[in-house]
């Protein structure tokens, strides 16, 4: 088990996933958290243990609209900003992703964990 104290499970699969890929090799990621499908490529693919089903570029394209290094700008317009959020927002953000999202957005930033 790793953990370090003050960064989430997510931050941590996602830097050893970074740390992989830059040493030449490639990951598959256990989840069905829609959080780590931004990091998906060529070489990191999530396994969704649940659709017994593998996650790649594609996949992530296909079913959201828009290429994994822009799932967090939707996930961010779909996620509701106070307790009582209109009714099927996601649903709307889902089917029609926003305009003006491109490639040359940036990833969300994963902070490497500090060794130890």
Known sequence: MLEVPGFEADDLIASL????TAA?????????????????????RVWDP???????PAEVHDKFGVPPELM??????????SPCPLPDAA???KLHPPRG???SRRRRSWATPPTA
């Open 101 to 103: 999202l491109t490639a």
């Open 24 to 44: 030449g090799g490639s990951a598959v990621i256990v989840s069905n958290d829609k959080d780590l499908l931004q990091i998906v490529s060529e070489r990191v």
């Open 17 to 20: 996933a970074a740390n992989i």
């Open 72 to 81: 967090v700008d939707l996930q961010a317009r779909a996620r509701p900003l």
């Open 91 to 93: 649903h709307r953000t």
């Open 50 to 56: 649940f659709k017994r089903a593998a996650i790649g």
